[in-house]
Nanobody, 123 residues
Framework: QVQLVESGGGLVQAGGSLRLSCAASGTIFSINVMGWYRQAPGNQRELVAVMTGGGSTNYADSVKGRFTISRDNAEKTAYLQMNSLKFEDTAVYYC?????????????????WGRGTQVTVSS
């Protein structure tokens, strides 16, 4: 069974840094887009950063220049380096990936989500 597991969240002071990890496990044929989303209390889930299998990236304007997404395709892991953290970055951060995996009908692509990791930035 394919799973995404995030780690690396925590409490940090404003101006500090955190590095999130997202590891995919299970029987996987390929991973296309991997990305990070976040949801603060009372807000909708929003895109933070995504990276294609080819290395193209897209960032939310609010994190450009501060956050960096990267991937280790061999380890099926995505990272989010977060620098110069602000109070408004406080949220639950979710990993997302489009993964192609074996299915009884053949190969099938599905959208997967991790359970999330809490990032709290104190002002």
């Amino acid at each position: 069974q394919v799973q995404l597991v995030e780690s690396g969240g925590g409490l940090v002071q404003a101006g500090g840094s955190l590095r999130l990890s997202c590891a995919a496990s299970g029987t996987i044929f390929s991973i296309n887009v991997m990305g990070w989303y976040r949801q603060a209390p009372g807000n909708q889930r929003e895109l933070v950063a995504v990276m294609t299998g080819g290395g193209s990236t897209n960032y939310a304007d609010s994190v450009k220049g501060r956050f960096t997404i990267s991937r280790d395709n061999a380890e099926k892991t995505a990272y989010l380096q977060m620098n110069s953290l602000k109070f408004e970055d406080t949220a639950v951060y979710y990993c997302n990936a489009y993964i192609v995996a074996p299915h009884y009908t053949g190969l099938r692509g599905d959208d997967y989500w991790g359970r999330g990791t809490q990032v709290t930035v104190s002002s």
